[in-house]
């Protein structure tokens, strides 16, 4: 049995970081463990130019501790009304990486997202132009739709749709879910790729009903089926390059979270690495977590490939039940519950 796991070093493709006081308390857990990550720019108020995701980047890169490397890669938040010059700007100051499409109402703060894809259509044109990524939170919002249905539906209404009008754009399908999503992402034409999260590989929807209402396992998309859960971890651990690591690590305080009607979103970037390495030994797959986790994003992205190297030890750890969260407190994944690996300097 192997005890120590070397890779290079990762990536966390979909991460979410907040603001002020909130961001730095879970900067420094990405950047001990990913070299990059690309932030989501779901921010009061979104992050919808060039000109704020330059400043929330500088805020970020201010919060990285001394002595750790990381860079943040940066997207906008697309909305009904934005301009296609915009993408001109991002493009050409190069920190932004792609936008990312919420549709309206999709998730937490996705208000100011898009209500209809036809008003985005010569954003993208301009977006496959300058190969800026979409990245797509891929649910539809109508009401009426079953909460564990939103995501094949979105694939069959928007998605797929979507990728033949515009045939050069690049797109990645964020924090895919189910079974349909796996089979769309390994059917469709070269351009198109999906992250999966650790708790989508971890739990499947019990995990929520657990004895009773389990807040803290409530994230969007919502956690399915054991079926889907099995696609998901056949996807991850099987070597296509299309699948990569994406946390969607998405921290809440805790009173949001334990409340009459709670925020989505789970804490993972605290074992960010540790979660997968988790996932993938269950699935007998360690030898394939490295693509998964330091090449196949980086490749999709056409950025280099990091150089150096993580290491993890089997050393049996315990997340800690919450971590302090700018005056509140905040519930990880896996909080009191052991972890298999740890990170060599966590000793
Ligand atoms: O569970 C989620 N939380 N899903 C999302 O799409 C957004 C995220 C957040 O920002 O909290
Ligand atoms: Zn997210």
Redesign the pocket.
Known sequence: MTDILTLRRPDDWHV?LRDGETMRAVVPHTARRFARAVV?P?LKPPVTTTALAGEYRRRILDAVPTGMTFEPLMTLYLTDNMPPDEIDRAKAAGYVIGCKLYPAGA???SDSGVTDIARIDRVLARMAELDLVLQI?GEVTEEHVDVFEREQRFIDTVLAPLIVRHPRLRVVFEHITTRAAVEFVRDARAGVAATITPQHLLFNRNEIFRGGIRPHFY??PILKTETDRDALVAAATGGDPRFFLGT?S?P?ARHTKENACG???MYSAHAGLELYVEAFERAGALERLEGFAAHYGADFYRLPRNTETVTLRRREWRPPLTYAFGGAELVPMFAGEPLRWSLEGDE
């Open positions: 979410h989501m779901n998730t937490t703060n939170h994230c969007l969607d998405a809440h925020c989505a979103g």
